[in-house]
T-cell receptor, first 110, second 111 residues
Framework: GENVEQHPSTLSVQEGDSAVIKCTYSDSASNYFPWYKQELGKGPQLIIDIRSNVGEKKDQRIAVTLNKTAKHFSLHITETQPEDSAVYFC?????????FGAGTRLTVKP | EAGVAQSPRYKIIEKRQSVAFWCNPI?????LYWYQQILGQGPKLLIQ????????DSQLPKDRFSAERLKGVDSTLKIQPAKLEDSAVYLC?????????FGNGTRLTVT
């Protein structure tokens, strides 16, 4: 089955700096790659996603890039704010079969 | 639209007791998932339903865990008997293909 690895496990940045989280996946058939943000006591919430026919997608301060050949994808957050502090999960899916990375705890220091 | 509803929010039980969790997915979502999230880890799929049929339960510990979605809407997940290592957040998610929408989960503590 699909295996998703995520790095780093923790990331601390200064407010206003950029943050980058990277994931790799094992199954070349995976075709959908969402990113979720999870705040304390809540379920994961989708923040951005990308499909395998697209190389990059941007939504305001958040962008995701996908390299299908290398089987890795990344989340980029620019101009970070304290409210961006949370745990971020990447995932890879084939159809309805979705597997998650272990998560990155992002801390944005004011 | 209303989100995925889960109850209870918290549950504390002793080992060897039984417990049940309930999930009401977003209206119209055919696919429903139960995930287990151990502290500090990503969600791990336990079972996936398509309408009222099981699509994937390969990672469900069937000796103690069971789940049903009888009418293709609500779902319950049961653990009987519970072990200490079952302490986790149990997340329910629903969707029609992608993306998945998650509930806020049930935090289970087994003592």
């Amino acid at each position: 089955g699909e295996n998703v690895e995520q790095h780093p496990s923790t990331l601390s940045v200064q407010e206003g700096d950029s943050a980058v989280i990277k994931c790799t996946y094992s199954d070349s058939a995976s075709n959908y790659f969402p990113w979720y943000k999870q705040e304390l006591g809540k379920g994961p919430q989708l923040i951005i996603d990308i499909r395998s026919n697209v190389g990059e997608k941007k939504d305001q301060r958040i962008a995701v890039t996908l390299n299908k050949t290398a089987k890795h994808f990344s989340l980029h957050i620019t101009e970070t704010q304290p409210e961006d502090s949370a745990v971020y999960f990447c995932a890879a899916s084939i159809g309805n079969d979705m597997r998650f990375g272990a998560g990155t705890r992002l801390t944005v220091k004011p | 639209e209303a989100g995925v509803a889960q109850s209870p929010r918290y549950k504390i039980i002793e080992k060897r007791q039984s417990v049940a969790f309930w999930c009401n997915p977003i209206s119209g979502h055919a696919t429903l998932y139960w995930y287990q999230q151990i502290l500090g880890q990503g969600p791990k799929l336990l079972i996936q339903f398509q309408n009222n049929g099981v699509v994937d339960d390969s990672q469900l510990p069937k000796d103690r865990f069971s789940a049903e979605r009888l009418k293709g809407v609500d779902s319950t997940l049961k653990i009987q008997p519970a072990k200490l290592e079952d302490s986790a957040v149990y997340l329910c998610a629903s969707g029609n293909n992608s993306p998945l929408h998650f509930g806020n989960g049930t935090r289970l503590t087994v003592t």
